[in-house]
Each structure stands twice: as C-alpha cells, then as structure tokens.
C-alpha cells in the first residue's frame, strides 16, 4: 500500500462547507490533470468540506488511492469516472456522427459515481469494458453497458461536453429532453442531476439557462460543479503547459487546444455560490449526493488473499489440496535425493506444515502449474529467484532447482510464520517464451481473469525539464544541458540540483547558477509545479495477477495503447488490497543464452553423445574456476562488470560457495566489506568473529556477515530467536524505524542474556548487526543466480566458441552489444565470419571452430527469407554460384532488398564475383530469372530444347571493379551494426591496445571517477574552473566519424565527433581552442590519437580533447611510465608493503607516479628511482589486481 499522508486540519474557526466538488480531474487525468491527489485531498480539508469526488477521464487509475487518502483524512470519498459515452454502438468504429447545424459529435461525456459498493463494481465493470470492447480514440461506453451497470451509481450530465448540455448548443431541444428522459428513467429518482458550470465560457452562458429549464421541466435535480483541473487559480499556466506536453504543441502557438480563462480550480463555497444565485438547491444538492453515497472498498487481509486465488482443479482421486501437494512432495523428494534421510523428511514436515496451516496450498499449486507446463514444453526456468530458493517444498515440486541443503538456506526467509503475508514466488523464464507462457495461463484460467499490472511514467526531473522546455521552445542544446545538472540518482528530485552540495551530496547545487537566469527563471518555475505528475501508463515489467472470478469484479481493466494487453487499472503496491495476487513471470535473457548455446552443441554433437544440458555441468570443474579467477568474465552473468573482474582476481574463487558470496557482497554497501572477506581467505588470522559461538555461521564467508539469513541465524544463536522471530528482527533492522528498533534491541537484550551472554556483548553483538541487515544479500537469490552464472561461466570455459555464438545470438539486434561479443570471441581466438549463404543459420552459428553471422542479424532480412535460404541449401546442397542461388530461390523469398542486403553484407563472397560486380548486375540477373520461369510455364523451354537449342542463353556478367576496403566495409556496419569481415582499424589494432587509455567500454568508470573528483573539489570549496579542470588526463584513439562544428555565442567554432574503436564509439568535444589548432587537420574517417579530459558531468560522457597525434608515431614512442591511482584510505600497512614489494620485484624501465586523494584534492607522488615497472600487458594486469590499486595506466 501506498504511504497515506494524513493532513492537517482545517484553520480553527472554519466553518463546515456546505458544498462539496462533484466534478475533479487529478493527474490521472493524463496530461490534462495537473494535481496530484494529495493535493487535492489536502485543500478539500482545508476548506472543511466532509467529501469530495474524484471523475479523472476515462479511467479510474487513482481511485483506490484516492479512497484510501480521503478515509485516512475524514473526507468522504466520492468515487467516480468522467466516462465517455458512444453515439452508437460501442463496438462500431464506422458510425456516422451526429450532426446538427454542422457541428458534429462521435460521443460524450458523463459523470458516474459510486453510491456503495455495488455501484463500485459496476463502475469497475464499466470502465473494463469501456476499454476491452468501446476503445476507439477514447474507452468509450454505450447505452447497451450502463442499462446493465447503472446500480448503485449516481449520474451527472457532465460539462458541454455532455450529450443533453451538447444537444442544447446544437439546437436539438428535442433530442436534449429525450435524453435527459432516458437518464432519469435508467437511474431513478435523486440519482440523476443536471450540471451546471460557469469558468467564464460563452458556451456555458448560452446554455446553463436551458439546462436549468430542461431541469425544471423534467423534474431533474441540479447540481453546481467545477470542473476541476488543477487545485489552485495560481496552477493555471502549468496546467495549460501540460496540455501542450499532450498535445506535442508549442505554448506560443495560437491554434493549439487550451483551456479559457483560469476558472479551473478547486473554488472555496463562496466562489461556488456566487456563480449560481439563483439556483440555491443546485449547491445542497452536491450536499445530497454525498450523502447518498456511502462506499469503503473493501481491502482483503493476507489470511482473506488465500481464499481469492483461482481455484486449482487437482485430480479426483485427492481430497484436497494439501493433499495433492504433499503428493508431489513425496514423488519430487524420491526424484531429487538417492537418499532420503531423517533430516530431510523432517524439514519437508516441517514446511509442509506451515504451507498447510497458512491455507498456501493453492498459491504452490498455481505456481507449480505454470512452470510444470513450461517445462514439459521445454522452455528453460531459472533454479529459482529470490527467497522461494530456500523451500525444500518448492525444490521437490520443481518450482525451484536450487538444493536448500547444499547451500544451507532457510525457509523462513521466504515464508514466516510469525508474520503472516502471501508467499511470493519470483520465476525468471526464457526471455523468448515469456509471451507463450502468459498466453497458456490465459488459456488456463481463461482470458477475463489473467491480466497485467498498470505502471505509470511520471514527469521525473529531467522529463518535466525536457517536456517544459520544449513546449516553451528552449534550444535543444540548452536544454542538454540543463538535464545534465540533474543528480543522477533515480530518487534525485528537482530540488536537489538547487540545495548547496556537501560531503554526502557532491553532486548536488549544479543548477544554481542558472536559477535567476531570465531565459530559465519561468522554466523552473513551471518544473516544479509539474514535477512528478503522471505522465503515461506503462506495463509492468513482470507482474501478472490471476483473479477467482473475472478482473472487473476485482479491479477496473484497461488496455495499454502499445501493446494492445489488458491489465488492471491499479499499481501493483495496492493490487493486493483488492484482492488480487501478483504473479512474477520474469524473461530473462540469460536463459535465452543458454538455450541457445544447447542448441548449437547439439546441433553438432556427434552420432551416440549424449544431449547436452547446462544444468548438468560439473559444479567443480577447474577450468571454469580458472576463468573466475582471471576475471575472464565478460559475457558471464552477473560477473562481467569491470570492477567485478578485478575482485575475481583478487579473491581466486575455487568453489561455487565463494562464487555465492562475491555475488552478494559486490553490490552497494556490502561492498565495503570486500577486501575484509578477501582478506579473511588469503590470511585466516585476520578472521574476527564477533563471538566464537558464531564460528560455523560466519566461517564459509570468512567472518562477514554477506547474507540477510547469517543475520537471521546470529539472532537465534544469541538471543534464542526462532527463525521467524529473527527475520522480524532483520526486517526492522533494514528500516531503521527507531521506534521498531528499540523495541527489537529489548528483546534480543533479554533473550541474549537467558542465554548466557552479558546485556553489553549482546549490545556489541546487536550493533555489528544492523548496517549487515540492511546492507546483507538474501542467500536464495545469490545461490540461484550463482548457479546460472556458473553454468554460463563453465560454457565460455569449456564450449567457447558455442557460448559466444549463442551471446551474439541473443544480442541480434543490438548495435551497441554485437560489437562488443564479436570482439570479446576474436581475443579468445575465435574468428566470427560474416553472412554466407552456404554457412549461415537464421541465427548465429558454430562451424568447424568459427562463429558464422546469423542471417536474421542482417537489416532487412526477415524470418520467412532466412527461413527459406537455409531450407533451400539443406534441400538441395550449397548453392554453387550466385546464378545458382537465384534459378533455386523464388523472388518472394528473396526479392530485390534481401539480394542486396546479402551482397552488401558479403553472403555471397564465396561464390566467386566481387560484390561491386554483383550489386551492378543483381537487378539484371533478377529479371532474367523471372523471364525464364515465365517462359518454362509457357512451355517455351521444352519446344526450343528438343530442337537442340537453348531458349535463354547464359546470363553474362558485366565485371566491375571491387569497391574499396573502406566502403565495403561501411557497407556492412551498416546492415548488420558492426564490422564483421574486418575493421578499419585493424592496422592501428597494436597502438589502441598498448597506448589508448580509454575507450568506448571504459569511458563510463572514468567519466564517474571525473566527476567525483570534481564534485569533491567542488565541495571543499574550490573554485569551479579549477574543479572543472582537475583529473587525469586519458588517451583515446579510433577513428573520427559524425564530425561536425558549430558556432558557439561568442562566435567562435567548436568541434565534436565520435570516435570508433573496436567495440563502439566515444563522443569527443573540441573547445574553440583546441579546434582552430586541429579543424584542417582532423577528417572525417581518419584515425587519430587524441589526449584529454574525460567530462563526467553530462548524461554521456566525453573526452574534451586537448592535442591529437599519429597513433603510428604514438606507438613507437616508448613507454616512459606507469601511473598508479590508489584506493582511497590507506586500510593497512600490509596492502602498503605489498604494493611496496611487488614493485621492487618488477624490474622495468618505467617511472612510476602513485596519484593519491585525499579530503577531494588529488597529488602525484614521483617513486623513488629504484622502484621502476616493466609496462608489459602481465605485469600491469597483476598490478591492477593488488587491493589497494584503483587503476593503471601508462604515458
């Protein structure tokens, strides 16, 4: 549930409102409401009124929010939906509008409101289907759905927007009365009321006395309302700004849609009564509705969600549900252990028990079904994801495959019974499948009761900048930049770039010398009225709920406009309340990979061996602890990252347990503990354990406390918790709730001293605790997660060249991805070759050693093509010619764009011509081809033929001289995003690797590390050019591409480019400087060496370019020497003697330079002349891997 602010009261002396707003638009109300419900709820109190509606567009996405917030306030919730009513049938997309004096309308508005919770549900009901079947421009409803859903709900005529108001301005008296008829008749008397509203509109004038006649002529109550799209009169240019963010129009623009005047608030009583004098019942009877209206949606407890669960039908021959489960217990159980022993029969009962006494049965089941079904399907399924992985139950009914006695994890992790909440079962699947799954729960439980989980975008900082500037036409550049002033945190508030920066927030304050900037002051202004505003709904990424009985009777339905899928209206923090469970149906791309990579082996393995599996693989296989230990991991999952790599090194894991750990620890805040765990293997006398009692729990993690279950497992050992009482602790431990707390830190007092220990060792003990609960890692989801990673580090050990086909396989449309693979297999010595039409798959492949490029890889080739190039060569052989390949292939599976994407990509390299030859006679070729069947359906062939003579001669190829290198080459990036058949620069391959100290990989760490030096000079008071300018400089060599100048408002030119190397591109600026230097020297395509700054201030980093050279002359400069940034603070003299001792050994002819910072100012310290290094590739890689060095470089 969402947090629930409670108010303060209203000013002591206000009266009661006797008025309450009926008509209200929050930001649900996308991009056209421009108040949060907060807001909103807070003024009402404030003006005393005891309700207030909510009737957002077409929708009811804030509703249950909105219900909670007002009871928690004691306002009287008045739930509704502005909805959108058909002309016709809500279904036809093709009706004729009705018109009347040429004016036109293809439906309209009406206000409905819950009166109770009947009239809740139907509005659920009516919102669903107003998207599920009426969506057309709007979700629209018809007359059809409200005579079916109008109990329990009170009507109102709506704004002009309205059909009787409408039909009043259209001249149609007659059609107006029958409508209002028809209203009041369906509703009944005191549930239908005619609306009036004044915000200063002609339209409104002219027809308010006419409505107020149809009303008295018809009997109809009235209504005052205003239409309320923003909380305060003050709101009224921001909310008209988000309207053109909707409408993507300028403010300036004269014709775009806005709203007149700025009558468009929540108005006190005095404001409401003096725009209707003379119709005094129109204000008490808003009093009137709210009285009618008495709704509290109900919110399911956890021990009610049980009993909402789709009921899982089990076979006849069980009596119930536990029954069945423990059935598949017993047979999983046989299936996993050659031996059952006592411990496991007991932990079985003993979860079994506690699944049975909670009423969980039917979630297991449910979960069981889905996964059972993918994997007699054979769609791979993650060993497990989160703390589920520590069930016994969940490994013998195959939900999980990871083993909680091999990796000695704790049930109540995952279920307490001290503290009863749903189970929760994240499944990660193959990425691929995910979609096949879904649609067979669909198919399961049928359609109405399986749905998606609404998310909402919202105008974060640097969207409500970017969205603001453009509507009031700020220069994109300038606008760069100032979204570049936004801290990057994702929880960073407007605010934040505006508060003065300190130690903790170096970062903050970059906006501040913008603030009174007159081409920005209003832009701010505007920003921070709009600041987090719902901006556009989304789906969420993995939840999916699964009702008893169909959606609306839970939740209102909507249907995401992206992707056509139904999902409930509310967010997945409030689903639960209503009595829906979430459902996890995780893709994970990783289980793609190994999919992938088990189907090249197999493709290939040999007659009589045996099906590969990854999940067979040896768990201690040395040459897959090898590769850990050299931080070989790039492509490994969850161990690629850099910094990963050199902890790898550092800690040699040789076993799947310290594997376990460094996943866990490598993360922020466990981090920190890093060098105490590696420490504690490397040397077992620096192992402190806070009690000696604690020895066996801590010892597999040398003396850290990595998991949230050691913390658990102190708890009982100490204080005599029971695991359930324990994860209580560690929860309140993670929050940090002082109140909580210290409640907590009482009992374990207590129960540490029944226990034997002092009040104050147990102090000592409980306070060495809380960072590690907070920071510690659940051991289920490491162990799980370990395994896979394991199983793809043991493929790129064992079956390489499969592994990175299957990288690049899964990567097949990234631009930014495939570069980096084909890279990473050419240094691990396999080549990757490009398409050809007698070697490639749809997919990427492994042939005799070498990756061939997968077809599917190509732009422009699609599935049924490729499908049919590699049917047709397994039919009939490798195609011998390009002639060859054109008699067998029909134009539709390769018509003129896939021939040339073919021969632009060099598929057809091999059969002979060049491709400038082939792409100046393919089109030719094709037509003499179609001539040719033409002529053999004629039977022309078979005349000429038994004469003797050929019909059509053989076609004859015009040569042409083979393009060069460079084009060829630009070419294929082109279709397939990244070289393939070579690079450009291949003959510069020796300098980038000896001399280039950043690239296009690395840039991201210096660009961090750059900021973070500037913004602690910048802390410590140093002034922002020196700030600006301080940090290391870098060297970056590749070739230029993109370049182009501009102006700057000085008038004078400046530079910027990318600069490609092997695995992608970095940007480079050329201040005006530097670019009168180089301008005439720098080329586009040339390949340069250019020296400079890393600028990590911006959203993509930059090298700010300072000189350039020959990368041919840089490489045969000899290496001068070595620099070394150390760690920051100094942890141990031993790190210090070590560093000291290694480079005493090193033996080269280097100068080394240790860069040391210290309170946000960084020094260069010269080595005495007898520590010198070597600058080969070893020596620098092992002195990169000492604890106490960040990082080397050589000049």
């Not at 006695?405 to 929760?424: A, G, H, Q, T, W």
């Not at 970062?507 to 901006?535: A, T």
Request: charged share 25%.
């Amino acid at each position: 549930m969402a947090d629930i602010h409670v108010f303060p009261d209203p000013p002591e002396g206000t009266p009661e409102s006797k008025f309450v707003h009926l008509h209200v638009h929050s930001d649900y109300s996308l991009l056209d409401g421009a108040s949060k419900l907060d807001t909103l709820i807070a003024r009402a109190k404030q003006l005393n009124m005891k309700a207030l509606a909510l009737t957002d567009h077409g929708n009811m996405y804030g509703v249950l929010n909105f219900e909670h917030i007002c009871h928690a306030n004691g306002i009287k919730p008045l739930c509704g939906e502005e909805f959108y009513v058909a002309e016709g049938d809500r279904k036809k997309h093709d009706e004729i509008p009705y018109s009347r004096n040429g004016k036109h309308s293809y439906y309209y508005h009406l206000i409905l409101i819950a009166m109770n919770d009947t009239g809740y549900k139907n509005l659920c009901w009516l919102s669903s289907l107003a998207f599920t079947e009426g969506m057309y421009y709007k979700p629209r409803i018809d007359w059809e759905l409200l005579q079916r859903y109008h109990d329990g709900i009170i009507c109102l005529s709506a704004c002009i927007q309205g059909e009787v108001p409408k039909t009043l301005l259209f001249g149609d008296e007659k059609r107006a009365y029958e409508t209002a008829r028809k209203y009041k008749e369906l509703f009944g008397p005191g549930r239908y009321y005619i609306e009036l509203q004044d915000h200063g509109l002609a339209d409104q004038k002219e027809v308010a006395p006419k409505l107020a006649k149809l009303a008295r002529d018809l009997d109809i109550p009235m209504v005052v309302t205003n239409d309320i799209h923003y909380c305060n009169k003050e709101d009224a240019e921001a909310q008209d700004v988000l309207v053109c963010i909707g409408t993507k129009k300028l403010f300036k623009d004269p014709n775009r849609m806005h709203f007149e005047g700025s009558e468009w608030y929540m108005k006190d009583e005095h404001e409401m009564a003096q725009l209707f004098p003379q119709y005094p019942e129109a204000m008490e009877n808003t009093l009137k509705v709210a009285e009618l209206c008495d709704l509290t949606i109900h919110q399911f407890s956890t021990m009610e969600l049980k009993n909402t669960l789709p009921v899982y039908q089990i076979p006849k021959e069980y009596v119930s549900q536990d029954a069945f489960v423990l059935h598949l217990v017993e047979e999983g159980l046989r299936m996993r252990y050659k031996e059952i022993t006592q411990e496991i029969i007991d932990r079985a009962m003993y979860e079994l028990g506690i699944i049975f006494k909670m009423g969980f049965s039917g979630y297991f089941l449910i979960v069981w079904e889905f996964i059972n079904w993918s994997k007699k399907n054979g769609i791979p399924i993650g060993p497990g994801r989160g703390s589920g992985a520590g069930s016994l139950v969940a490994y013998a009914m195959t939900i999980t495959d990871i083993d909680p006695f091999r990796f000695k994890l704790i049930f109540e992790r995952f279920l307490n019974p001290e503290r009863v909440s749903m189970p929760d079962f994240d499944v990660d699947m193959d990425f691929e499948f995910r979609e096949r799954i879904i649609k067979h729960t669909e198919e399961w439980y049928g359609l109405p009761q399986v749905g998606h989980i609404v998310t909402f975008g919202t105008e974060k900082p640097k969207q409500v900048i970017a969205d603001v500037a453009r509507v009031l036409d700020i220069p994109l550049n300038e606008v760069a930049m100032l979204k570049k002033c936004i801290p990057d945190n994702p929880k960073a508030k407007l605010a934040d770039a505006f508060n003065p920066p300190d130690a903790d927030h170096p970062d903050h304050g970059q906006l501040i010398p913008y603030k009174d900037d007159p081409r920005y002051k209003h832009l701010f202004e505007l920003c921070f009225k709009l600041e987090n505003v719902n901006r556009n709904t989304g789906l969420h990424a993995s939840g999916m709920v699964i009702g008893k009985t169909a959606l609306p009777n839970w939740a209102p339905l909507f249907k995401d406009p992206k992707t056509g899928k139904t999902a409930v209206q509310y967010t997945m923090d409030i689903i639960e309340p209503c009595g829906l469970v979430k459902f996890d149906y995780l893709g994970l791309k990783t289980l793609s990979l190994l999919r992938y990579a088990e189907n090249i082996i197999n493709k290939h393995r040999k007659e009589g061996e045996p099906e590969f599996h990854a999940d067979a693989v040896s768990e201690t296989d040395s040459k897959t602890f090898d590769l850990f230990c050299r931080g070989d991991t790039v492509a490994v999952f969850q161990f690629e990252s850099p910094g990963m790599q050199k902890i790898l090194r550092q800690a040699k894991p040789r076993c799947i347990e310290e594997i376990v750990a460094l996943n866990a620890l490598y993360r922020p805040g466990p981090m920190d503990y890093i060098p105490q765990y590696i420490e504690g293997k490397w040397h077992p006398e620096t192992i402190h354990y806070p009690d000696p009692c604690l020895e066996d729990i801590l010892k597999e993690t040398y003396g850290v406390m990595v998991y949230q279950e050691q913390v658990m497992q102190v708890a009982q050992r100490i204080a005599g918790f029971t695991l359930g009482g324990a994860d209580m602790l560690r929860r309140a431990m993670g929050k940090k709730k002082l109140n909580v707390l210290m409640g907590k830190k009482k009992e374990f007092e207590d129960g540490a001293v029944k226990q034997g220990f002092t009040k104050e060792h147990a102090d000592e003990i409980f306070e060495i605790m809380i960072p590690f609960a907070g920071y510690g890692f659940n051991k289920s989801h490491a162990a799980a997660y370990s395994v896979v990673a394991y199983r793809t580090a043991w493929l790129k050990a064992n079956r390489p060249a499969e592994f990175m086909a299957a990288n690049l396989t899964n990567e097949i449309t990234s631009t930014d991805k495939l570069p980096v693979y084909i890279e990473e297999a050419r240094k691990m010595g396999i080549a990757v070759d490009p398409p050809d039409v007698n070697r490639s798959d749809e997919i990427f492949d492994v042939v005799d050693g070498r990756i061939v490029f997968g077809l599917l890889g190509i732009k422009g080739m699609g599935q049924s093509s490729a499908e049919a190039i590699v049917r047709e060569r397994e039919k009939g052989g490798a195609f011998k010619s390009f002639m060859d390949f054109m008699e067998r292939m029909n134009s539709t599976d390769a018509n003129k764009r896939v021939i040339e994407v073919l021969i632009k990509t060099g598929a057809f390299d091999k059969l002979g011509q060049s491709r400038a030859t082939l792409l100046a006679n393919y089109e030719a070729v094709m037509a003499y081809e179609e001539k040719k069947r033409a002529g053999s359906e004629f039977g022309q062939a078979s005349l000429f033929e038994e004469a003797g003579v050929k019909e059509f001669a053989d076609y004859v190829f015009t040569e042409v001289e083979e393009m060069p290198k460079m084009e060829l080459l630009n070419m294929e990036k082109e279709l397939i995003g990244c070289y393939v058949s070579g690079h450009p620069l291949d003959d510069w391959r020796k300098a980038i690797e000896s001399c280039a100290t950043v690239n296009s990989e690395t840039i991201g760490r210096a660009a961090k590390e750059s900021k973070a030096t500037q913004e602690a000079l910048a802390a410590s008071g140093t002034k922002p050019w020196q700030a600006k300018n301080a940090g290391r400089s870098y060297t970056a060599i590749g070739m230029v591409q993109e370049l182009r100048s501009i102006m700057t408002k000085k008038g004078k030119p400046m530079g910027f480019a990318k600069l490609a190397d092997f695995k992608g591109s970095i940007d480079i600026t050329f201040f005006p400087q530097v670019w009168e230097q180089l301008r005439d020297k720098v080329q586009e395509e040339g390949v340069y060496a250019f020296k400079g700054k890393v600028d990590g201030s911006r959203e993509i980093p930059s090298l700010l370019v300072d000189t350039m050279e020959d990368p041919a002359q840089l490489q045969e400069k000899a290496i001068s020497s070595v620099h070394i940034q150390v760690q920051d603070g100094f942890r141990s003299v031993k790190e210090i003697n070590e560093l000291k001792d290694f480079l005493f050994g090193g033996q080269g002819n280097c100068y080394v330079y240790f860069h040391i910072d210290v309170d946000g100012r960084h020094y260069i310290v010269k080595a005495n002349s007898q520590m010198t290094a070597p600058s080969s590739k070893d020596f620098l890689q092992s002195l990169r891997d000492l604890p106490l060095v960040q990082e080397v470089w050589c000049e």
